[in-house]
C-alpha cells in the first residue's frame, strides 16, 4: 500500500503535464506572434552570431535562451510549440519537486492531489501559450530545486548535511541567477537570504535559551560556583552541536551564513548592473513617480494589491467573461480572504511548530507575497487599470505562495493539530509547548483551525478549478481564429497593410513585416 501511495506523489505531476500538453494541442497551432516578433528581428537568423550574445544586458535577456533558440532554429525551424513544451516540462520540474517533497513528508494524498489540481490550473495559460517565456517555468523549477535542498540541510543540520548538498547551496545561486532566472532573480534571493538569516537567528536563539537551562539547571542543584561555571560552559559549548544538546539546532553557523549570503546576493548585483543596461518600453504606462503615484490615488494600489491576490482563486478572463457584471468590491472582497490565507498558514506555521522540521512552506510564503508586492511596484504604471495585476502573466509568481498555504495545511493535517503522539513527544520538553498541548485538547480551537484550512483549500480548489474549465473551453476558439484567421493574413504578409499585421501578431510595433520575411525567406516556423 505504502509504494502504491507512493506512485501518486509522481504520477499527479505527471499527468498534469499531460494536461497541459492537451490543452497546447487544443487550443495553439505553431505560429508566431507578439514578443516573438522582437525575437525574429533581433537574434535571426545568425542565431549564433556571439556579437548578439555578449551585450551589456545579457542577463535580462536569460542566457539559456540563446542556446535552446539556436537548437530550435537548427532542428526545428523555430517551432513555437516546442518552446512551448519546453515551459511545461520546466513547470513539471516544480511539481516533481513538490511531490518529492511531499512524498518525504509523508503528506496526506488528499492533500496532495488538491494542492497539484490547483497547481497545473489554465490560470497561468498565457505564459503558456506564449512560448517565449519558457525560461521563467524552468526558472521556478530551479527556484523550487534550491528552496528544497535548503530545506532539506535545514532538517538534518549544516553539520551533518553531505558535502554535495552544501556545494549545491553554494553553487546553484549563481548558476540560477546568472543563466535562468531573469528578472524574477529579486525575490529568489531575497527569499533565500531570509531564510539564511531565519536559520541563524534562530540557532542564536536557541542556543542562549539551552545556555541559560543549564544555567538553572545548576542553580536547582546548589552547585558550587566553579561547577556551576562548568556546566554553564558545557551548555554553551555544546550547544551548537547537533544531536548532543537539541535537534533544534540547524549549526548554521556565522561565517557559513555570511558566505551563503554573499553567494546569493553577488550574483544578484551582477544582474542589476546588467538590468541597468537594458532599455524597456511600455505601451499605455504612466510616467509617475511610485510615491506621486500613491499619494495621487492610494486606493488604486490597495484595489490593485487586493485583486491581484484574487487572481489566485479566480482568473481574471472567467470574470470578465461570466461575471463582468459583479463589482469590483467583492474581488478585493475574496483579495482580503486570499491575504488572511497567507497569515493564517503563517500563524499555523509557528503556533503548531512546523517550522521546527520545515521551513519550505515559509520560503514560498515569502516569495508568494512578496511577488505580490514586486508587481504592484513595478507595474503600477499602469493605472487607472487596477485589475492589470489579475493578469495570468503574473499567475507563475503568485503561485508559489498558494502552495505553501496547502503544504501549511496539508503538514498541520498530518500532525492532526498536536494531537498525535509523536508530536507530543518531540515538543514536551517546553512548557509553554506541553500548555498548548493540553489546551488544543480542551479548547475548540482546533476544529476552528481545520475547517478554516478546509474551507480555504476549498475556495481556491473550487475558484482555479473554474477557472481551468473556462480556459480549455475557450481554448478552441482561440486554435480556430489563429488557423482560419490570423495564419492566412500572414501567410500573405506582403499584400496586407501594417495596421492589419500588428492586430494579427498582437505587436504594435514596427517590425512586423520585417520578421516575417526573415521566416519565409528561411523556410521557418509557418513557412516551414
Not at 535562451?65 to 530550435?72: A, I, S
Not at 513547470?91 to 496532495?112: D, T
Not at 483551525?449 to 481554448?475: C, D, H, P, Q, Y
Amino acid at each position: 500500500m505504502k509504494n502504491k501511495k507512493s506512485y501518486v506523489y509522481i504520477g499527479l505531476p505527471v499527468l498534469g503535464m499531460i494536461f497541459y500538453l492537451a490543452y497546447i494541442r487544443r487550443s495553439a497551432i505553431d505560429m508566431v506572434y507578439s514578443d516573438y516578433i522582437r525575437l525574429i528581428n533581433s537574434y535571426l537568423p545568425d542565431v549564433w552570431n556571439p556579437d548578439k550574445f555578449f551585450v551589456a544586458d545579457l542577463l535580462t535577456r536569460i542566457p539559456v535562451n540563446f542556446l535552446e533558440r539556436g537548437l530550435n532554429v537548427m532542428i526545428f525551424g523555430y517551432s513555437v510549440t516546442v518552446d512551448r513544451i519546453m515551459g511545461i516540462l520546466g513547470f513539471g520540474l516544480s511539481a516533481l519537486v513538490i511531490g518529492r517533497y511531499s512524498r518525504k513528508k509523508e503528506l496526506c494524498p488528499v492533500w496532495y492531489a488538491a494542492m497539484m489540481i490547483v497547481m497545473f490550473s489554465l490560470n497561468k495559460w498565457e505564459m503558456l501559450y506564449n512560448g517565449t517565456g519558457w525560461a521563467h517555468f524552468l526558472a521556478f523549477g530551479l527556484f523550487f530545486w534550491n528552496y528544497a535542498l535548503l530545506d532539506q540541510v535545514y532538517e538534518k543540520g549544516f553539520r551533518n548535511a553531505k558535502k554535495s548538498e552544501l556545494v549545491l547551496l553554494f553553487v546553484l545561486p549563481f548558476v540560477i541567477t546568472i543563466g535562468a532566472a531573469g528578472p524574477y532573480c529579486a525575490i529568489y534571493t531575497v527569499t533565500i537570504v531570509m531564510a539564511y538569516l531565519f536559520i541563524y537567528v534562530r540557532d542564536i536563539v536557541i542556543a542562549k535559551s539551552l545556555s541559560g537551562k543549564y544555567q538553572a539547571k545548576a542553580d536547582r542543584q546548589n552547585l558550587s560556583s566553579t561547577d556551576r561555571k562548568n556546566v554553564s560552559g558545557k551548555g554553551r559549548e555544546n550547544a551548537g552541536v547537533i544531536g548532543v544538546i537539541s535537534d533544534d539546532l540547524a549549526g548554521i553557523g556565522t561565517a557559513r551564513v555570511i558566505a551563503l549570503i554573499a553567494v546569493a546576493v553577488i550574483p544578484f548585483l551582477i544582474y542589476l548592473w546588467s538590468n541597468s543596461q537594458a532599455v524597456y518600453e511600455y505601451s499605455g504606462a504612466v510616467n509617475v513617480p511610485l510615491l506621486t503615484a500613491f499619494r495621487q490615488d492610494p486606493k488604486f494600489f490597495i484595489k490593485f494589491l487586493l485583486k491581484s491576490f484574487a487572481s489566485m482563486v479566480f482568473g481574471v478572463e472567467l470574470i470578465d467573461r461570466s461575471f463582468a457584471g459583479i463589482p469590483g468590491k467583492v474581488w478585493c472582497a475574496v483579495g482580503v480572504i486570499v491575504l488572511f490565507a497567507y497569515f493564517f498558514a503563517l500563524w499555523m506555521n509557528f503556533y503548531y511548530r512546523i517550522e521546527k522540521q520545515t521551513i519550505l512552506p515559509l520560503m514560498l510564503l515569502a516569495g508568494g507575497g512578496m511577488n505580490h508586492l514586486m508587481v504592484l511596484v513595478s507595474r503600477y504604471i499602469f493605472m487607472p487599470n487596477d485589475k492589470y495585476g489579475m493578469s495570468s502573466r503574473y499567475a507563475l509568481q503568485y503561485q508559489i505562495g498558494v502552495i505553501g498555504i496547502f503544504l501549511t495545511f496539508a503538514l498541520a493535517a498530518k500532525c492532526g493539530f498536536c494531537k498525535k503522539e509523536e508530536c507530543r513527544e518531540s515538543r514536551g520538553t517546553e512548557p509553554k509547548v506541553a500548555q498548548h498541548i493540553s489546551r488544543t485538547e480542551k479548547d475548540p480551537l482546533p476544529k476552528l483551525v481545520k475547517r478554516l484550512s478546509i474551507a480555504l483549500a476549498a475556495m481556491f480548489l473550487i475558484g482555479n478549478v473554474m477557472t481551468t474549465a473556462e480556459e480549455f473551453r475557450f481554448g478552441k476558439y482561440r486554435k480556430e481564429h489563429n488557423r482560419d484567421e490570423v495564419k492566412q493574413i500572414l501567410l500573405n504578409f506582403e499584400n496586407e497593410s501594417d495596421k492589419t499585421l500588428e492586430d494579427a501578431l498582437e505587436y504594435h510595433k514596427p517590425g512586423c513585416r520585417e520578421a516575417l520575411t526573415v521566416l519565409k525567406e528561411n523556410g521557418w516556423n509557418i513557412w516551414r
